[in-house]
């Protein structure tokens, strides 16, 4: 539901400029739109809808956030042993920790929520995004690789969200995130070289997208997989229509 309501926003927002463009903070550019553009009951209706996509998707990263601490940090720390209540405390401990720290933010600083989640997102994408298709896709990569790939990708969308706090203006092809994935993708191609792949690795490689399936399910698991295509091509359709009907006439001008 998340990614169907980005998609109408970032369509939607920019035709709003062209009624109202000076609505601030920017941040609430949907919510004035909702609450004064469309009738009361479809502006309800939409806030709703909103709302609903963040909660589904606040509790989807608040469950990541639990998992990451306890999955990856305390049980792979091999310091000590943990029990399954040690895990499930420090995993509710955190998101609960986590939880105020936002609400807080939220109070005094209502939009820096909404940048938090973008800059994450940028974050995600170009460090963990190249390793996250090729450690399936590729029969390549190394662990070395993986590493420095998740390295450079990070600081890449640093270096790039901080040359603005320099006054530092990039092009629109050189987006912090692009920045990153372009740093990410060499990292793991040059990381990937350096490094043995064990036989347990590549055996679980080889593996891993065969997913056992009941004949029954066959039909149904081959529609399924035909959504990620058609996302990705709306997606492409969608940035070239923006391109072409927003982003160049606003440059012409």
Known sequence: MGNDIHFDLHISISTIT???????????????AAMNIVPTWLGVIIASGIMAAALSSCSSFLQIIGSSITRDIMEQ??????????????SRISMVVISLIILLIGLFQPPAVMWIGYFAATLFAASWGPIAISSIFSKKVTKEGAFWSIVFGFFGVILGESLGMFGISLPVYFNPVIIGLILSIGALIIGSKYGTITIEESEF??????TPIEIDEQKEMNITRRYPAYLMISGVMIIMVTLVFYYWPINMN
Request: proline share 3%; glycine share 0%.
């Open 77 to 90: 720390s091999r310091k000590k042993e943990y029990t399954d209540q040690h895990l499930l405390r420090a």
């Open 18 to 32: 062209t009624i109202k463009s000076d609505i601030a903070p920017t941040e609430k550019v949907f919510i004035w």
């Open 205 to 210: 490689q080889a593996n891993i997208l065969q």
